[in-house]
């Protein structure tokens, strides 16, 4: 627009959203500039008025890719390291985040308690998660030999970086499972995100109930953790029709 904010008029926002609309951003690009501009011209600026002819975009929620079990377990052992597979089996394992990964310290594994401390997840919440007695063991691998091998910092992060003062990065983590899952043979769309929603998949299908694996998630609103409820195989498969109760009559 080429002059000070505080003198944009409605046209003016209508036409910049329109212009990113033309140029083919995402809604979800679209809808984080909308929520800086709401906060610059509500908050900053007082001035809510000029956004009123803004709105965000919907945004279809798409089901999640789900593998199988055997499917995740060709992924992580197609790792191209100790390091890789350690931190990609955390994020199934625990169901963690990619930035919930990466940041681990080594004093956030809690092996007295089977804990993992999240600190500082999204929406800045400190939160516990799962810690299973394999991921320990995996993990008890990597910290050795990351030791050995001067990878580690004593008392750093747990995955870090090329440079051991900085954690790995998630572009690194997300290019790792990207690898892994082409080694595997895997055909699917698989993310690093994939592996956190199949951890909660599966853990429906092995029947555990909906609200623990909310906590275990960290998720706000059961509704979002519900969206697995339609991708869990085995739980659909298991569930009986009411038709299956009815005696309907045979035709001759």
């Known amino acids: 627009m080429g002059h000070s904010p505080h003198t944009a008029t409605t046209e003016e926002l209508r036409c910049f959203q329109l212009d990113l609309v033309n140029q083919g951003a995402s809604a979800i690009t679209i809808n984080a500039l909308i929520t800086g501009l709401r906060f610059l011209f509500e908050v900053t600026l007082n001035n809510p008025d000029v956004l009123r002819q803004m709105s965000t975009i919907y945004q279809p929620r798409k089901i999640p890719v789900v593998l199988s079990q055997q499917e995740v377990k060709q992924l992580l052992d197609a790792a191209v390291s100790l390091k890789y597979k350690a931190a990609l089996s ?22 007295q308690r089977m804990l993992i401390h999240i600190e500082q997840g999204k929406g800045g919440r400190d ?21 050995r091998e001067q990878q ?38 698989v993310s690093l995100h994939t592996l956190r929603h199949n951890f909660a998949t599966h853990l429906l299908e092995q029947h555990v109930d909906i609200r623990v694996i ?39």
Not at 93 to 102: D, H, I, P, Q, Y
Not at 128 to 146: D, E, I, K, N, T
Not at 161 to 185: E, F, H, K, M, Y
């Open 90 to 111: 955390t994020a199934y394992g625990a169901g963690l985040r990619a930035s919930e990964v990466t940041h681990l310290k080594v004093s956030d594994i809690d092996s």
């Open 127 to 147: 939160r516990q998660a799962m810690l299973s007695p394999v991921l320990l063991h995996l993990l008890r691998q990597w910290w050795c030999f990351g030791q």
């Open 152 to 189: 580690m910092l004593k008392g750093g992060w747990l995955f870090p970086g090329q440079d051991p003062i900085n954690p790995v990065s998630t572009r690194q983590l997300a290019r790792a499972c990207r690898a892994a899952a082409t080694l595997a043979g895997i055909k699917k769309t």
């Open 214 to 252: 909310q906590v275990l998630l960290g998720h706000k609103k059961l509704e979002t953790t519900a969206l697995y409820s339609q991708v869990a195989i085995n739980t659909l498969r298991d569930t009986q029709s009411p038709l299956d109760l009815l005696e309907l009559a045979t035709l001759a």
